[in-house]
């Protein structure tokens, strides 16, 4: 799940859009290390001829001598852009206290909407399973409560003029697999755990990946639903 969000993250920071990643299951080492492999495939560099290194090469220090340049004098240095600034912001946010709760996600989007040029666009939120509930949603269901209110502060964010929030579950394992003995493509079951994600999402997503799909470097997307244009009856291949 962390891969395709820094994938989102990356790619909207890059067409200008300025994005929050709070992370709650990755140090910032191994978010930049994601950070770093993902930007390093951008077809700017194709001219490079560089065999791309993976984020686990990164974080490993498993690089060669060209690859090791490339990464740091060509991809981070685009990256950081010190002198011609065409790219958005990319925060990077670890929560360093364990109950993390809804009102510290707001309070620090709040920090770095008023921090940076042209406000917050974009906020990934990694995971939110991960949040605990306030204290008066403790007895309802937690989760279903969390997606709700995420929904709603989403909506309401910035006196009304939103902000768009990606935030990645786990699929059941009953749906999971489902999918596998149907060529890859989920059913509206795979997420019956958390009723919410379907009923407040704007666009419902899946991901599949296998080991065939693995070793072609491919992984299958599917949209479930969307609230503002019609679903796609096949799966794509990214």
Known sequence: KTGSCVNWAVSAATHGSNVLYITMENNYRQLLCQILSCHSADPKFYDKNIELATHSQIYDALLSEEQEDFINNTVYKDLIQREARTYGSLFVHHPEKVDY?????????LKYHNQCE????????????LLVPEKGARDMNSRNWIIRTLKTFAVAFN???GLAILCPHQIN???????????GVYDH??????????????????????????AMGQMKLQCLKS????VPQEPFYI
């Open 101 to 109: 709760t809804l009102t510290d996600v707001r309070n620090i989007c």
């Open 118 to 129: 042209g406000g917050l666009d974009f906020l990934v939120l990694d995971a939110p399973s």
């Open 159 to 161: 006196r009304g003029e």
């Open 173 to 183: 394992r009953d749906g999971f697999e489902r999918a596998k003995k149907n060529d």
């Open 189 to 214: 079951k795979c997420v019956a755990d958390l009723n919410e994600v379907e009923r407040s999402s704007d666009a419902l997503l899946t991901l599949y990946l296998d080991d065939n799909l693995k």
């Open 227 to 230: 609230r503002h244009q019609g």
